[in-house]
């Protein structure tokens, strides 16, 4: 099992930036195995993915925030992140970020963003 740990939530004016981290518990080679994910869930809403990024590095963005989310990992560091520019108050939400490895997957306790003037 991995526990993840975000961070970096808070609250931004519309058109603002923030950087969300995610910090696994895992060992170094546990976590270059994992596929790493963020997704969020706005109140009343489902959970959707934001971004994931693979082992080796590959990408995908959910339409939404293309261009202004940039998801990374630092395996060395254990740590997952997600730039977030040019922010939109329908980007409030509870961020979290998981873990994906052989079919096992781990979530974090996530962390609140909210756009708001």
């Given amino acids: 099992q ?10 931004v004016q519309p058109g603002g930036s923030l950087r969300l ?6 060992s170094r080679t546990i976590f270059r195995m994992s596929a790493m994910g963020w997704y969020r869930q ?7 993915l934001v971004a994931t990024i693979t082992t080796d590095g590959r990408t995908n963005y959910a ?3 293309k261009g202004r989310f ?17 922010l939109k108050p329908e980007d409030t939400a509870v961020y979290y ?4 490895r052989l079919g096992h997957v781990d979530w974090g306790q996530g962390t609140q963003v909210t756009v708001s003037s």
Avoid: Y
């Fill in 97 to 100: 970020c998981n873990a994906v």
């Fill in 21 to 26: 981290s995610c910090e696994a518990s895992a």
């Fill in 70 to 86: 940039t998801i990374s990992r630092d395996n060395a560091k254990k740590m997952l992140t997600v730039q977030m520019n040019s």
């Fill in 2 to 11: 991995v526990q993840l740990v975000e961070s970096g939530g808070g609250l």
């Fill in 42 to 48: 706005a109140p009343g809403k489902q959970r959707e």
């Fill in 63 to 65: 339409d939404s925030v």
